[in-house]
């Protein structure tokens, strides 16, 4: 195959979706391209899997540059390489973030991106085991399910939100956001349902959607001003006859755009890069959560810790064999919820994940007698970064910096969080759990210190967002209909068209986006466009 009617470079979370839905028009050729490989291993489909991913599995393998407000921390940046992308490796929750960001996108002139506008495209993509209304849809490709494997220290963390007057919130991607609750996660039948799962597995064999995996792309081809196709590192060419459309992500698909000539004219030049384009908003804008963690060592094995240990490993393999319970059917962070850090804001502004172990992710501190952590993460960051390139040379990572805390807001806020976790872990309901706080611990007392304390224990949230902005001025990417500004027959469909990064985990939102451009994109080409809760595999 030497083309197709529409080339998709990223077969991640927004990518499979968008190949399976252009697809269902059995007259439009699509041609999915994945660097990363296949998902066959069992870690991408057993929900606690995900303890595995951070650490490098079906990762990128980046960094982020020093962290220059931090002390100069350098992160581990965990990005997809596989199919299914992020949906392969995260921890399945499944949150849409707040209604109000929606209405942000919105009144920031991206008309057609408000809540109303997008609540259909999540419901389209919905199977929910437990709700059906009107925030809710069955029958979708997605699977969305409760936990299936919680443990009785998170009844006991709700009553302790409950005793600082923090509410249980049954469904926090429904009317309301605020209060702790047991998020709903990414899976069908207590398995992964990435979106590769849920969207191209039960379509395998259609005849016009081809995916091939293992190929990187070098550079989008742009024959006077339009884009006419990729080139893969190997030199070989592939032609769309409509459109290219990059869904490689908030770093990929920036980074390529860079590579590709198009992006910032000076950086570009100074590589020695042939400029295309000069767009000085590609890469910009990069925005994302960073986590903090209060990790306690509990009195008992009230959490999954003990599991680590070979003949508990092999207990826990069988308990989900047969049983679909135990650690191995657990996403390990399935409790958390939504509070605020500013009391006068209009919708929370922290989130908190629950931990049910200690060391789960890479870097994190790991309790021998066990543990728990619990995470928060300020959602509404103003500190912007960027991704640039270091070489022209592919082989080489980009150049990540969410330039952390760089607004002090952003600090101050950060620390409220993580006393707000603190917090909750002292309050009555959790001492029969509670040994001890561990970290931060009882020397961390001033604000100082706790700076001092968050740029060596923290993390990226991996809700990275906004590298190619969606807007009607003159500096924005693409526009509303997420065509590229200065470029012919190229799109852009993932995170990185974000404005500004929603307030929660950002899974469900790329599989949105994926959902309502697969419309636009039909509607385009003068296809049809029927919004419904399409059947699985049609």
């Given at each position: 195959?030497?083309?197709?009617?529409?080339?998709?470079?990223?077969?991640?979370?927004?990518?499979?979706?968008?190949?399976?839905?252009?697809?269902?028009?059995?007259?439009?050729?699509?041609?999915?391209?994945?660097?990363?490989?296949?998902?066959?291993?069992?870690?991408?489909?057993?929900?606690?899997?995900?303890?595995?991913?951070?650490?490098g599995i079906g990762s990128w393998g980046w960094e982020t540059v020093p962290q220059?407000?931090?002390?100069?921390?350098?992160?581990?940046?965990?990005?997809?390489?596989?199919?299914?992308?992020?949906?392969?490796?995260?921890?399945?929750?499944?949150?849409?973030?707040?209604?109000?960001?929606?209405?942000?996108?919105?009144?920031?002139?991206?008309?057609?991106?408000?809540?109303?506008?997008?609540?259909?495209?999540?419901?389209?993509?919905?199977?929910?085991?437990?709700?059906?209304?009107?925030?809710?849809?069955?029958?979708?490709?997605?699977?969305?399910?409760?936990?299936?494997?919680?443990?009785?220290?998170?009844?006991?963390?709700?009553?302790?939100?409950?005793?600082?007057?923090?509410?249980?919130?049954?469904?926090?991607?429904?009317?309301?956001?605020?209060?702790?609750?047991?998020?709903?996660?990414?899976?069908?039948?207590?398995?992964?349902?990435?979106?590769?799962?849920?969207?191209?597995?039960?379509?395998?064999?259609?005849?016009?959607?081809?995916?091939?995996?293992?190929?990187?792309?070098?550079?989008?081809?742009?024959?006077?001003?339009?884009?006419?196709?990729?080139?893969?590192?190997?030199?070989?060419?592939?032609?769309?006859?409509?459109?290219?459309?990059?869904?490689?992500?908030?770093?990929?698909?920036?980074?390529?755009?860079?590579?590709?000539?198009?992006?910032?004219?000076?950086?570009?030049?100074?590589?020695?890069?042939?400029?295309?384009?000069?767009?000085?908003?590609?890469?910009?804008?990069?925005?994302?959560?960073?986590?903090?963690?209060?990790?306690?060592?509990?009195?008992?094995?009230?959490?999954?810790?003990?599991?680590?240990?070979?003949?508990?490993?092999?207990?826990?393999?069988?308990?989900?064999?047969?049983?679909?319970?135990?650690?191995?059917?657990?996403?390990?962070?399935?409790?958390?919820?939504?509070?605020?850090?500013?009391?006068?804001?209009?919708?929370?502004?922290?989130?908190?994940?629950?931990?049910?172990?200690?060391?789960?992710?890479?870097?994190?501190?790991?309790?021998?007698?066990?543990?728990?952590?619990?995470?928060?993460?300020?959602?509404?960051?103003?500190?912007?970064?960027?991704?640039?390139?270091?070489?022209?040379?592919?082989?080489?990572?980009?150049?990540?910096?969410?330039?952390?805390?760089?607004?002090?807001?952003?600090?101050?806020?950060?620390?409220?969080?993580?006393?707000?976790?603190?917090?909750?872990?002292?309050?009555?309901?959790?001492?029969?759990?509670?040994?001890?706080?561990?970290?931060?611990?009882?020397?961390?007392?001033?604000?100082?210190?706790?700076?001092?304390?968050?740029?060596?224990?923290?993390?990226?949230?991996?809700?990275?967002?906004?590298?190619?902005?969606?807007?009607?001025?003159?500096?924005?990417?693409?526009?509303?209909?997420?065509?590229?500004?200065?470029?012919?027959?190229?799109?852009?469909?993932?995170?990185?068209?974000?404005?500004?990064?929603?307030?929660?985990?950002?899974?469900?939102?790329?599989?949105?986006?994926?959902?309502?451009?697969?419309?636009?994109?039909?509607?385009?080409?003068?296809?049809?466009?029927?919004?419904?809760?399409?059947?699985?595999?049609?």
């Amino acid at each position: 195959m030497t083309g197709a009617d529409v080339i998709i470079v990223g077969g991640g979370s927004a990518g499979c979706v968008l190949a399976a839905r252009l697809s269902e028009d059995p007259n439009l050729n699509v041609l999915l391209l994945e660097a990363g490989g296949s998902d066959r291993h069992p870690f991408y489909h057993l929900p606690a899997g995900f303890a595995k991913m951070t650490k490098g599995i079906g990762s990128w393998g980046w960094e982020t540059v020093p962290q220059r407000h931090m002390q100069n921390k350098v992160f581990r940046y965990t990005q997809a390489k596989v199919i299914g992308g992020g949906s392969a490796i995260n921890a399945q929750i499944y949150t849409r973030g707040n209604a109000q960001d929606y209405d942000n996108w919105r009144q920031m002139g991206c008309d057609g991106w408000g809540y109303d506008d997008v609540l259909p495209y999540f419901k389209k993509a919905e199977d929910n085991d437990t709700f059906n209304n009107a925030y809710h849809g069955q029958g979708g490709p997605l699977g969305v399910s409760q936990p299936s494997a919680p443990l009785p220290i998170c009844e006991a963390y709700f009553e302790a939100a409950a005793a600082l007057g923090i509410p249980r919130n049954m469904d926090i991607n429904g009317e309301s956001q605020d209060g702790v609750c047991y998020y709903q996660l990414t899976q069908r039948n207590v398995r992964r349902s990435s979106a590769a799962m849920a969207y191209l597995a039960p379509i395998q064999n259609r005849k016009n959607l081809t995916v091939r995996k293992g190929v990187q792309v070098k550079r989008i081809v742009v024959d006077h001003g339009r884009a006419s196709g990729v080139e893969l590192v190997d030199g070989t060419r592939f032609t769309a006859t409509q459109e290219v459309v990059l869904s490689s992500g908030a770093i990929g698909t920036p980074r390529l755009l860079q590579l590709s000539g198009i992006g910032p004219a000076d950086h570009l030049k100074g590589l020695g890069i042939e400029l295309v384009l000069d767009r000085q908003q590609v890469g910009a804008n990069l925005q994302d959560h960073i986590d903090l963690y209060c990790i306690t060592e509990l009195s008992g094995p009230h959490s999954y810790d003990r599991y680590a240990k070979p003949l508990w490993a092999a207990w826990a393999g069988l308990q989900y064999l047969f049983a679909r319970k135990g650690p191995v059917a657990s996403s390990l962070f399935e409790t958390g919820g939504f509070w605020y850090s500013d009391p006068q804001a209009a919708s929370p502004d922290l989130q908190m994940h629950l931990g049910l172990g200690t060391g789960i992710e890479h870097g994190v501190a790991a309790m021998p007698q066990g543990g728990i952590t619990l995470n928060s993460c300020y959602l509404r960051p103003r500190s912007h970064g960027t991704v640039r390139l270091q070489s022209s040379d592919l082989s080489k990572a980009p150049l990540i910096d969410p330039n952390y805390l760089s607004d002090p807001v952003d600090r101050e806020m950060s620390i409220r969080g993580l006393k707000l976790t603190q917090e909750i872990l002292a309050q009555e309901p959790l001492k029969d759990f509670i040994l001890a706080e561990r970290l931060p611990g009882p020397d961390v007392k001033t604000d100082e210190d706790y700076f001092n304390f968050i740029c060596t224990h923290s993390k990226t949230s991996h809700h990275c967002a906004g590298t190619c902005r969606m807007g009607i001025d003159n500096d924005a990417v693409v526009d509303p209909r997420l065509h590229f500004n200065g470029i012919d027959g190229l799109r852009i469909v993932d995170n990185s068209i974000m404005p500004k990064v929603i307030s929660s985990n950002t899974n469900a939102a790329a599989i949105m986006i994926a959902e309502k451009a697969a419309d636009m994109m039909k509607a385009d080409f003068g296809l049809a466009a029927e919004l419904h809760n399409g059947a699985r595999g049609q």
